[in-house]
């Protein structure tokens, strides 16, 4: 064991002397590989449920990050609660959760003109986001039939 471990080259040694984000891609290979499986997958597989699925698989590689910054919000809004209920305390308006939390709660749009705005506008853009997926989706066929 002891050989092993001077030999210059050892893994064990070569580990200690790579940086932070040399070890971040060496662990992201798997991941990165099996993202470019899924987009290289055969045509029946659409374009837009790719996109979903790599949401999906973001969003939970992000949970670690995700789930610390919820609850410190969590502990940070009951903080407010109790310092503006209890102690008077009045906090600025950058820091003020709660009053943004119950304005976001309490939202709506008032005027009819702008509420059709908004939906034709989401509208627009959920056609547009479509649209690029099936040209993709053809493009591939065509491109399979070409070279295929």
């Not at 001077?6 to 070890?23: F, T, Y």
């Not at 597989?45 to 919000?73: A, R």
């Not at 308006?93 to 009819?112: G, I, M, P, R």
């Not at 053809?138 to 070409?146: E, I, P």
Request: hydrophobic share 50%; proline share 5%; glycine share 4%.
């Amino acid at each position: 064991m002891r050989k092993i471990w001077k030999k210059p080259l050892h893994k064990r040694k070569v580990w200690a002397n790579i940086s932070w984000a040399g070890r971040l891609v060496y662990y992201m290979q798997p991941l990165v590989e099996h993202l470019f499986d899924i987009w290289l997958q055969q045509l029946p597989f659409p374009t837009i449920l790719k996109c979903i699925y790599t949401c999906g698989l973001l969003f939970f590689l992000l949970l670690p990050i995700l789930y610390p910054m919820m609850v410190l919000g969590l502990y940070y809004a009951i903080f407010q609660y109790v310092g503006e209920t209890h102690w008077d305390l009045v906090f600025p308006q950058n820091w003020d959760l709660l009053s943004a939390a119950t304005y976001l709660w309490h939202f709506q749009v008032t005027n009819k003109k702008y509420l059709l705005f908004v939906t034709m506008y989401i509208e627009r853009y959920r056609v547009i986001i479509t649209a690029i997926s099936s040209t993709v989706d053809y493009m591939r066929m065509a491109l399979c039939l070409v070279f295929g």
